[in-house]
């Protein structure tokens, strides 16, 4: 299998002019310096009108720009059964705007296992994110969620909790944080050549 590479920014370079300014500005920027894609940073909240995500959309379009959206912080697939209708809207929120906006993938930070065993926490996450995809579909959104490796050990995001989520369900796939994943075991591991090979052939 042969990997391919885009390279932009997650929001908008500091480059970008004031007018226009916002993420359709940051589209035109990019191209001007040779990158490639751009990752809208929705990651307090998705504050954004169909409206602009319609000239996003258009500009991406035009400039040949790919897109992807980060979701919210806030959000975890191991919350309570009380908090988790919040904690769901969204992740469907971002990837319902990010579909407007020409997004194809929607990057977002699993959550916390609680101190619970890994194996647990994703019998709760597996089926919870295979309901989101299956609710997109019915909508006809084609967006691919895709769960993030996290830095932490405490937190949902290993990548064997990203390749199991992935394997299970159609329409997700990992997003391979290398930094994270460098931090994650805490001892300076997952940083040479060979260690990434192998994290690449297991993806």
Same mark, same amino acid.
């Given at each position: 299998m042969t990997l391919s590479f885009q390279f932009g920014t997650v929001g908008s370079? @500091?480059? /970008?002019?004031?007018?226009?300014?916002?993420?359709?500005?940051?589209?035109?920027?990019?191209?001007? @310096?040779? &990158? +490639?894609t751009l990752e809208l940073g929705w990651v307090q909240s998705v504050r954004v009108s169909e409206e602009t995500c319609a000239a996003i959309r258009q500009t991406a379009l035009e400039q040949r720009i790919s897109l992807s959206v980060h979701a919210?912080?806030?959000?975890?697939l191991n919350a309570t059964d009380e908090e988790w209708p919040k904690s769901r809207k969204r992740l469907m929120d971002a990837a319902h705007y990010?579909? &407007?906006?020409?997004? #194809?993938?929607? @990057?977002?930070?699993?959550?916390?296992?609680?101190?619970?065993?890994?194996?647990?926490? &994703? +019998?709760?996450? $597996?089926?919870? &994110? +295979?309901?989101?995809?299956?609710?997109?579909?019915?909508?006809?959104?084609?967006? $691919?969620?895709r769960p993030e490796t996290m830095g932490k050990s405490a937190m949902l995001g290993s990548l064997e909790d990203t390749l199991e989520m992935s394997k299970a369900i159609e329409g997700v796939q990992p997003c391979l944080d290398f930094a994270h994943l460098h931090a994650r075991p805490g001892d300076g #591991?997952?940083? /040479? $050549? +060979?260690?990434? /090979?192998?994290?690449i052939e297991a993806y």
């Open positions: 370079p @500091i480059g /970008t002019p004031k007018k226009p300014g916002g993420s359709v500005g940051a589209i035109a920027f990019i191209k001007s @310096i040779g &990158l +490639k919210p912080y806030f959000f975890n990010g579909n &407007l906006a020409g997004a #194809t993938d929607i @990057i977002f930070h699993p959550g916390s296992y609680f101190e619970r065993p890994p194996a647990e926490v &994703l +019998k709760v996450a $597996i089926p919870r &994110l +295979k309901d989101c995809v299956k609710e997109l579909r019915k909508a006809k959104n084609p967006v $691919i969620l #591991t997952m940083n /040479t $050549i +060979k260690e990434w /090979t192998k994290l």
